[in-house]
């Protein structure tokens, strides 16, 4: 969609009222000045910022105010919208307000007007893709597939693609079908041979043919057409075991790259898409075009050469009749390209049914702990019903539509024989058309119904087929991680010097959480991360490890922009223990070097025992080899702690996270776990959060965040002095400890 | 090095340091480098299944007891303290090794099977099988029956043909 241009009306009304101003940046809004949908213009005009009404001739400037005289560019969050709002002189003044399809425009036009506030040039930000350049659909997140531009022939080529590394497999498939097709032809016309030279002769000629030789000649066409039979079935096997060969390889490709991409799409991404659904792209989809590959493509192609053969062979013997059996064919298959549609929708909502049920038992199983405690068993019964039904209605409504439409396409198809026998019954008995031509006729015709009965059927195999690869493509086509900019620079060493410097971003644009954040981790230091939940101490972190990148500002790293850096390389020397601690099944041994895959057991029963986890491990009955079960849930809480601690330290990190790292767990275990973490901690550049603040009492300096800024940084005695918001925080959690002490 | 260091890595001893034997009332001994005796040792692997034979844990008798050093090659002591380390391992670890598949009998779920393993014939019940079964590796197999005990088929691939079968049956 392009992006308007300023009316000229507009223009002239800026001419008018200030002569020699000219519009430097212009948007539109689309809601009106009361809040009805409807068009307003916010422009930059020389050193004003004006907004002006609709178009036409009753556009007049709504609001007039001197750049000069703002001191901030904010957006205010709305529900359903966002307004622009300008500080003049300490008031806050509305400018314009918008909905949220227009969140990520004005959150770049906020950005402009800043620059053009603080006298900077006005920066030309790059703009996502967020319609369809062709026909301005509104693209789904993080992809660049339009669906109504989006043809199924060109997911199928697409799809093929996958197959052209084994294009002499699929060359030798071609000519398996050619030939099989071939042999397939035969014996129609060999038993009208046995009908007119043998069984029911009626030119003398053939009459006394018949009479010599009949038996002889009877013998070698049985011959003939058992071996035509049996080749064209030798034939067939080979072609499938190939195409079955095909079509697993070619889905194993497809599910290798969908994975590896997985891998590395953005946070973002995974934001906004379920896990359920997603797997079910890795199972259910690649399944689905593995059978499109393995069998409805060979079946169609196969088909339709059957298709042109016996259609050349009718028309051969009498056109007439071929026609009269062709004409109600036709008029089916036009009949059918109507259906594809209707079945094409009916799967692709069974589909997405089945995605949600999928999602919906997966929540369910993960979170059984708290359906028993809070006995919502009856809650989440009528949860999954609700779903059930669903898919159970989808899926019905799609087996119907089918199971109706099926057996009425054969009837209409079958039909066309009907004539045949009457037409073709009535010139052999006027004698214009042997017996032996009309039972080949009939022949051919069952060969042509049975592949056209087929290309209906292939309507619900490649409709789901090629649906489901319409979706792992959308996955394949998401933006990988931090695309646009995935950074080249391979440091020599990290050192672990981070710095924010006006740092804004916000998982939504026009929502920053950070605003305006710079602060500065000298090497091996520890920086605690203080602050009520819900400030951007995660978001920090968060920016830290680059699962996000800095909407405006910069967070560097040894002075480099991480945005410059190689992804890799960093991520390499970043470690991180987390809240939840996260194992994978398998090991012990294979969880602690999950960072350093080589590691000696030697070097994992160091890290291990610096962690407080050697003992614990090795009184395991299977020690190091202990399996940990999936998401280690065979150790307990302070187990699985110390053993991320392990991963760690054999990491070795120069950056480390430490998310809240001792919550859940005994008093002993706590005091080994932080015994560990200083031990962890040393020589690294360490990012701590933690609700008790006594965990940060070792920390080198404490970043106080509220509302995405920085109110206080200093270190623990400095802030404490203060008697600030670092001091009031204290003082709460003094309070409540003691309370706790009392109770406990 | 001081205690507080001491803690924070991992003691490798010698094994010509290490002796290991049973006083006259037949209690377990284990003397290390002169400096100190441990009463009724236990002896633990450090990695039971990939790595059996190396990094023994000398410990203290007590569950959790601490840990007094590791050996990397306890075949490296001497002949007597050998033996008795031998055994202990042996009686710790009770871990039968799955020579053949004698025979199996499926009945819906569960599963009745002979095997010969290296502690000889035994009649076992499988349920669930393929929640009971690690994988190590490509080949190596251990399975869990329905009391609990483990049985280890080092290599599956190495299995005489009729095993084999059997055991694709089950897995």
């Given at each position: 969609m392009p992006r308007p241009q300023l009316p000229d009306s507009i223009k002239r009304l800026i001419a008018d009222q200030f002569p020699g101003a000219d519009a430097r940046l212009a948007a539109q809004s689309d809601l009106a000045p009361d809040g009805s949908y409807g068009e307003q213009w916010l422009v930059l005009a020389g050193e004003r910022v004006l907004v002006s009404s609709a178009?036409?001739?009753?556009?007049?400037?709504l609001v007039d105010v001197p750049?000069?005289?703002?001191s901030e560019v904010e957006i205010e969050s709305l529900v359903g919208g966002a307004a622009l709002r300008a500080v003049v002189n300490g008031r806050k003044v509305d400018l314009v307000a918008f909905t949220n399809a227009l969140g990520d425009r004005f959150g770049r036009v906020r950005m402009q007007l800043d620059a053009a506030v603080k006298g900077k040039p006005i920066p030309e930000p790059e703009e996502k893709?967020?319609?369809?350049?062709?026909?301005?659909l509104v693209l789904?997140?993080?992809?660049?597939?339009?669906p109504r531009c989006s043809r199924r022939g060109a997911t199928l080529r697409r799809l093929l693609g996958y197959a052209r590394p084994y294009r002499g497999r699929l060359i030798l498939t071609g000519a398996l079908m050619l030939s099989g097709t071939a042999f397939g032809l035969l014996p129609p016309y060999l038993t009208k041979l046995l009908l007119d030279k043998v069984l029911a002769p009626r030119s003398p000629a053939d009459k006394a043919f018949a009479a010599e030789h009949g038996l002889a000649l009877l013998g070698w066409l049985v011959l003939a057409l058992g071996v035509s039979s049996i080749l064209s079935t030798a034939l067939q096997v080979w072609r499938n075991r190939i195409t079955g060969w095909l079509g697993g390889r070619v889905s194993f490709d497809i599910r290798a790259t969908l994975y590896e991409k997985l891998q590395w799409l953005s946070m973002r991404y995974y934001d906004r898409h379920p896990a359920g659904a997603i797997i079910s792209r890795l199972t259910q989809d690649s399944g689905g075009v593995q059978d499109l590959l393995a069998f409805g493509l060979p079946f169609l192609v196969t088909n339709l050469i059957t298709i042109v053969g016996v259609s050349a062979m009718i028309f051969v013997t009498n056109w007439r009749l071929a026609a009269l059996a062709i004409v109600p064919a036709v008029a089916i298959s036009m009949l059918t390209r109507r259906l594809w549609e209707k079945m094409r929708s009916a799967f692709h909502a069974f589909w997405y049914r089945w995605g949600r049920y999928h999602s919906l038992v997966n929540d369910a199983l993960n979170r059984v702990k708290v359906i028993k405690a809070f006995s919502q068993q009856p809650t989440e019964l009528a949860r999954y019903g609700v779903r059930n039904t669903d898919l159970m209605n989808a899926s019905v409504y799609a087996e119907q539509t089918w199971g109706t439409i099926f057996p009425v396409l054969w009837l209409l198809i079958g039909s066309g024989s009907l004539l045949v026998w009457y037409f073709g019954g009535v010139m052999s008995m006027r004698g214009t058309l042997t017996v032996g031509d009309l039972m080949m006729f009939l022949g051919y015709l069952g060969m042509l119904y049975g592949p056209l009965n087929f290309l209906t059927n292939v309507v619900q195999w490649v409709s789901r087929a090629l649906t489901a690869a319409d979706r792992i493509f959308e996955v394949l086509d998401a933006e990988f991680e931090s695309e646009e900019t995935k950074g080249d620079?391979?440091?020599?060493?990290?050192?672990?010097?981070v710095e924010f410097r006006n740092v804004v971003f916000g998982y939504e644009k026009h929502?920053?959480?950070?605003?305006d954040i710079s602060f500065r981790a000298e090497p091996g230091h520890m920086l605690g991360l203080v602050g009520k939940?819900?400030?951007?101490k995660t978001t920090v972190i968060n920016l830290i490890c680059r699962f996000y990148d800095a909407d405006e500002g910069e967070v560097l790293v040894d002075g480099v922009d991480l945005r410059n850096l190689s992804l890799r390389e960093y991520r390499s020397r970043l470690g991180a223990v987390l809240q939840e601690p996260f194992l994978f099944a398998g090991t012990v041994a294979e969880n602690i070097a999950y960072?350093?895959?080589?590691?000696?057991l030697e070097e994992i029963m160091a890290a291990a025992k610096l962690a407080n986890a050697h003992d614990f491990i090795v009184n395991k009955?299977?020690?190091?080899?202990e399996q940990v079960g999936e998401?280690?849930?065979?150790?307990?809480a302070g187990e699985k702690q110390r053993v991320c601690i392990a991963r760690a330290i054999l990491h070795n990190p120069a950056i480390l996270i430490l998310d809240?790292?001792?919550?859940?767990?005994?008093l002993e275990t706590e005091e080994q776990i932080q015994e560990a973490i200083a031990r962890l901690v040393e020589g690294r550049t360490t990012f701590a959060i933690a609700?008790?603040?006594?965990?940060?009492?070792?920390?080198?300096s404490l970043l106080v965040l509220e509302d995405g800024k920085v109110v206080e940084f200093g270190t623990h005695e400095d802030l404490e002095a203060k008697k600030g918001v670092y001091h009031g925080l204290l003082d709460l959690h003094r309070k409540t400890s003691t309370i706790t002490a009392v109770e406990g | 090095m001081t205690p507080a260091k001491e803690a924070l890595t991992l003691r490798y001893l010698d094994p010509e340091q290490v002796k290991v034997y049973r006083t006259e009332e037949g209690s377990l001994r284990a003397t290390i480098a002169d400096e100190l005796t441990v009463l009724s040792p236990r002896f633990l692997r450090a990695?039971?299944?990939?790595?059996?034979?190396?990094y023994i844990s000398i410990r203290g008798p007590e569950p959790g007891g601490k840990e007094f050093g590791l050996l990397?090659?306890?075949?490296?002591?001497?002949r007597e303290s050998r033996r008795l380390v031998e055994a202990e391992l042996e009686r710790r670890y009770l871990h039968p090794r799955v020579k053949r598949i004698v025979s199996l009998k499926d009945y819906s779920g569960l599963q009745l099977c002979v095997l010969d393993t290296d502690r000889g014939m035994r009649e076992v019940t499988f349920r669930d099988v393929r929640d009971n079964v690690i994988y190590l590796g490509s080949s190596r197999v251990l399975i869990t029956d329905a009391e609990g005990n483990r049985y280890d088929i080092l290599d599956a691939n190495a299995l005489d043909p009729a095993s084999r079968k059997l055991l694709a049956k089950i897995l």
């Open positions: 178009d036409g001739a009753a556009a007049r400037v750049l000069a005289e703002i893709l967020k319609h369809c350049e062709t026909c301005g789904g997140e993080d992809t660049r597939v339009c620079v391979v440091p020599d060493r990290i050192k672990g010097e929502r920053p959480v950070l605003k939940s819900g400030v951007g960072g350093k895959p080589t590691a000696s009955p299977d020690g190091y080899d998401h280690g849930n065979r150790l307990s809240e790292a001792t919550a859940n767990v005994d609700h008790r603040l006594s965990t940060l009492r070792n920390a080198d | 990695c039971p299944l990939n790595d059996p034979d190396r990397r090659n306890w075949r490296r002591l001497d």
